[in-house]
């Protein structure tokens, strides 16, 4: 069509905004993940029956000590929640490192070479797409025991799909580049092609892959964490804390609120930044 | 009685940044071929769509006169456009191959718009499908209506599409380049089936084209543009005789005599390119490529006539 | 055409044969079953006579081909805990995973198609904005969390609908909406994506150069094209949604084929969970075969010349 529409500019603008409200969340997120030591008013594990479902500050009877209340143990709601950040944080981060590097590795392997390689990874794809990610997650859990080191390797195991598709896909553009093809033509080896040429090219479309994947693992620990096959007790992970508080959740609605917001508001951030980066990298996630 | 089509003034930007058409006039007479002429980019299919309001959102549209029948166009409704479109004023494009729907048959396509405009049975509508699919020479017509398009060559394709524009017994057809993408052998066939369609019943046709081979069999009438302005309007033989403006005279250097041009002869032999222009641009825009250019070129120009319906805009004088 | 779907037929058999051994090792990971079986409590006799009881003192092997062998056939084993057929088992559940799935979907396509639609002819105006936030959104949200919340304001607060169960059409409203979340964000990206590309397409500039109504534009002429990627995802959909249903049964009390596999798997019924494992991997492929299928109805141009 010789009439192409005029994308109009204030979508820029918006772009911007909702990428840095992205960023400050996640900033924020990384700062309580840290500092979490540093940052808990109490001890989150410390329990105190004479003090258990004190509610939080915007409600009646509060006790100025325990600004987001106490749990139905009496331990403190706010340090438990920055402590359940840095488990999300830490599990989202080294499931996301896990599942990238077999699925950057089975993506750019069978994007580079081809053929029955490349059968073989889109088989590996299909397969693992046909498993369903929470029931064998849970059946792992079951059998070995909860632990987070299990936890960790299991979504890792689990979740490389999408790091192999795009791999895959941008590997095989850059392939066919001029300037790839020219370090084939000098003689360069297979090795120094892919890391020389292929991974930095491919690199910015697997930064935002990586924060779609650090969101999802962190959804799906909470889920696990929730059904009781995640991050095992006392650790107050935001999943197991809503687990926990789902008996109350009738009378003191609050209860699960607060650690529900706070999963919802850190995934949403991370989802922010990720989708701001893709417009700056123009990169494509999607299979 | 008014002219079938009057433009004058037409004025056409996108987004305030491109001025794609500025200040156009071209009318086209009842059972008249018109032709549009020039390069690639002057702002020939913008004129036509901006006939049709067929532009792409952001485009703005203005002109002094815009009529159809005498009836104003400027300031019709988008239903009221609707109800003239495909039904006495039709347009084909210069894209055979993606300008039809993929997923529906030739024959839905062919009699839906009948039935948006004319009350008729979809029975009646299919046979008139087969009769103007048999017109414009498509051969096993019942056949054709049953299938999609991709399995249609892009020449079938296009006498679909002129077939389709025809459903309604148009007053005026609007061509788009209507061969630029079709093979040589097939632009012949094709151009032929216009021009007797065009005789035959009596449409007015705005044929835009960028072929002067095609320009001197067909056309009644030519119209130059040239960065968004008619910069040369005459009857076909006077033009190719008495071309009055440089970049006219540059388009027929080669080729002076009409019936004595080869076909196929590339437009814009001229060195340079049709330059961008933007809103508040003055004077004569092709003066950068223009051998008689000096320093009064770059203000308003003025428009001459040169003989009975023949004008042109330049600072040099008839 | 029909040798692709040979070839997809092919691929899904691999598929299952592969899913299969990997529930197999899956279900063998924690070293010796008839221990875990046989509970905490339980003498060094009592796991001997489980062992054999199970046919688990046989070699690996054995054990494998014989759970293959007996699969390929329909016979996915008995359950140690129920004490019958798990085919049995999983077809009584099915129904409810299926009805809430379904449910789920349609929910989805009733929400993402107008979103999408809508966000597309209003293409960047804040209109547009306001839907892509609505699909961020809904990507992050927690579904078991939104369950809860949807019974305390909808089930317990408002009254309106049962909190959990499965009795009536209303029991599968709540489960239904929060499994509708995980799909409409992608559902909803896919549709704006494919109207626009269709918007702004040569047939739809034909379309209206024919004078059509704007209805007949964008639902017969545009929407059309556009729903073919989104029918296909739309079957893939539902296959993660089945898979995925295992949380928003547990949450609502859905005694379905996901809450199945969650009973089981605290129970130590391993030929539950390798069934369960199997079944919605095999339906998984089976949908995405059935995607492939609904492309060649919508799509004339693959259906061949
Ligand atoms: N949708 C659009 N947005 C911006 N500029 C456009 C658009 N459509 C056409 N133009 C510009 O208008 C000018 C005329 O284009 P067109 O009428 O298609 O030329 P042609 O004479 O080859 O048919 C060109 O410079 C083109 O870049
Ligand atoms: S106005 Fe000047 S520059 Fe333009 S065509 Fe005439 S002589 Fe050439
Ligand atoms: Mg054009």
Redesign the interface.
């Known amino acids: 069509m010789s009439v192409v529409s005029v994308t109009a500019g204030p979508k820029r603008g918006w772009k911007s905004i909702s990428t840095w409200i992205g960023a400050m969340i996640v900033g924020i997120a990384m700062i309580c993940a840290i500092f979490a030591p540093l940052l808990v008013p109490h001890d989150p594990f410390a329990q105190d029956l004479s003090k258990r479902l004190l509610p939080p500050f915007w409600m009646e009877g509060t006790n100025p000590d325990y600004i987001l209340g106490t749990d139905q143990l009496g331990r403190d709601y706010l340090s438990r929640l920055i402590w359940g950040c840095r488990i999300s944080v830490l599990i989202g981060v080294t499931v996301t490192v896990v599942s990238a590097l077999i699925g950057i590795t089975i993506g750019v392997l069978g994007g580079f070479l081809g053929g029955r390689v490349d059968d073989a990874v889109l088989f590996a794809i299909t397969t693992r797409l046909s498993i369903p990610v929470v029931l064998v997650a849970l059946a792992v859990v079951g059998l070995l025991g909860s632990s987070m080191t299990l936890l960790v390797l299991t979504l890792g195991l689990l979740l490389w799909d999408r790091f192999a598709v795009v791999a895959r896909s941008t590997t095989m553009q850059v392939r066919n580049l001029d300037f790839v093809a020219a370090a084939w033509c000098a003689g360069c080896s297979r090795f120094r092609i892919l890391s020389g040429e292929v991974l930095p090219n491919i690199a910015s479309h697997l930064v935002v892959v990586a924060t779609l994947e650090i969101a999802l693992a962190i959804l799906l620990e909470a889920a696990l964490s929730f059904l009781g096959l995640g991050v095992p007790p006392p650790l107050p992970s935001w999943g197991l804390m809503i687990a926990e508080a789902k008996d109350y959740m009738f009378f003191s609605p609050w209860v699960i609120v607060i650690p529900g917001v706070a999963l919802f508001v850190l995934v949403l951030g991370i989802n922010l930044l990720g989708d701001g980066l893709r417009d700056m990298f123009g990169a494509r996630t999607d299979p | 009685m008014s002219a079938l089509l009057e433009v004058d003034h037409l004025e056409v930007n996108?987004?305030g940044r491109v001025s794609a058409v500025r200040g156009a006039s071209v009318t086209v007479e009842r059972g008249e071929t018109h032709c549009l002429v020039g390069e690639s980019g002057c702002g020939k299919?913008?004129t036509a769509?901006a006939v049709?309001n067929?532009?792409?959102?952001?485009?703005r549209r203005s002109a002094k006169r815009l009529a159809f029948e005498g009836q104003d166009l400027t300031g019709l409704s988008?239903s009221g456009?609707?109800?003239?479109?495909?039904?006495a004023m039709?347009?084909i494009?210069?894209?055979p191959m993606?300008?039809?729907?993929?997923?529906?048959t030739v024959g839905s396509q062919m009699t839906?718009?009948l039935r948006?405009?004319k009350k008729t049975t979809q029975r009646a509508a299919t046979d008139r499908a087969a009769d103007l699919l048999a017109r414009v020479g498509i051969t096993a017509p019942g056949l054709r209506l049953g299938q999609?398009p991709?399995?249609l060559s892009g020449g079938l394709r296009q006498r679909v599409?002129i077939a389709?524009a025809l459903m309604c017994d148009p007053k005026l057809l609007i061509a788009d380049e209507p061969t630029t993408a079709l093979d040589v052998t097939v632009q012949a066939q094709i151009l032929r089936l216009l021009a007797g369609l065009q005789r035959d019943l009596g449409l007015g046709m705005l044929l835009i084209t960028h072929d002067l081979g095609i320009v001197a069999r067909v056309a009644h009438r030519v119209s130059v543009m040239y960065a968004g302005e008619v910069v040369e309007s005459a009857p076909t033989a006077e033009l190719f005789a008495n071309p009055k403006h440089p970049y006219t005279k540059g388009l027929l250097r080669c080729v002076p005599v009409p019936g004595k041009i080869r076909r196929d002869e590339p437009l814009g032999s001229i060195p340079g390119t049709v330059p961008r222009i933007g809103p508040g641009f003055e004077g004569c825009a092709f003066r950068e490529r223009c051998d008689f250019a000096d320093a009064t070129c770059a203000h308003t120009v003025p428009r001459h006539a040169a003989g009975v319906a023949h004008d042109f805009l330049c600072r040099l004088p008839a | 055409m029909l040798q692709f779907l040979v070839r997809r037929l092919i691929v899904a058999i691999l598929v299952a044969a592969t899913v299969m051994t990997l529930a197999f090792i899956l279900t063998r990971l924690s070293g010796d079953l008839a221990i875990s079986i046989a509970g905490p409590n339980a003498t060094q006799a009592d796991v001997e006579t489980v062992r054999k009881a199970y046919g688990l003192d046989r070699p690996l092997t054995v054990q494998f081909f014989d759970w293959v062998g007996r699969a390929a056939t329909g016979d996915l084993g008995e359950s140690y805990f129920f004490k019958t057929k798990v085919s049995k088992l999983i077809g009584e559940r099915m129904p409810i995973t299926v009805t809430l799935g379904l449910t789920g979907l349609v929910i989805a396509l009733l929400v993402s198609l107008p979103l999408g639609i809508l966000a597309a002819v209003r293409e960047n105006t804040a209109l547009d904005r306001v839907v892509q936030m609505v699909a961020l959104l809904g990507q992050a949200m927690p579904s078991f969390w939104l369950g809860l919340i949807l019974m305390i304001t909808f089930g317990l607060q408002l009254g309106w609908l049962p909190i959990s169960g499965t009795g009536s059409w209303q029991h599968y409203v709540m489960p239904g909406i929060v499994l509708a979340f995980s799909a409409i964000p992608a559902l909803t990206r896919l549709t704006r994506a494919g109207m626009i590309q269709a918007m702004g397409s040569d047939y739809i500039r034909t379309a209206r150069a024919k004078g059509l109504s704007r209805a007949s534009i964008l639902l017969k002429h545009a929407l059309r094209n556009a729903a073919i990627p989104v029918v296909a995802i739309a079957a893939v959909q539902l296959g993660f949604m089945l898979g995925g249903s295992i949380v928003i049964e547990q949450v609502f009390a859905l005694h379905g084929v996901g809450f199945l596999a969650w009973e089981s798997i605290g129970k130590n019924d391993f030929p539950v969970v390798q069934a369960v494992v199997l079944v919605l991997a095999v339906i998984y492929v089976a949908l995405t075969m059935v995607a492939d299928l609904m492309n060649a109805v919508l799509d004339p141009r693959l259906r061949g010349p």
């Open positions: 996108f987004g299919s913008v769509l049709m067929l532009l792409a959102r952001g485009a988008d456009m609707a109800h003239l479109r495909g039904n039709a347009m494009f210069q894209e993606t300008s039809l729907n993929p997923a529906y839906e718009v948006r405009h999609f991709h399995q599409m389709m």
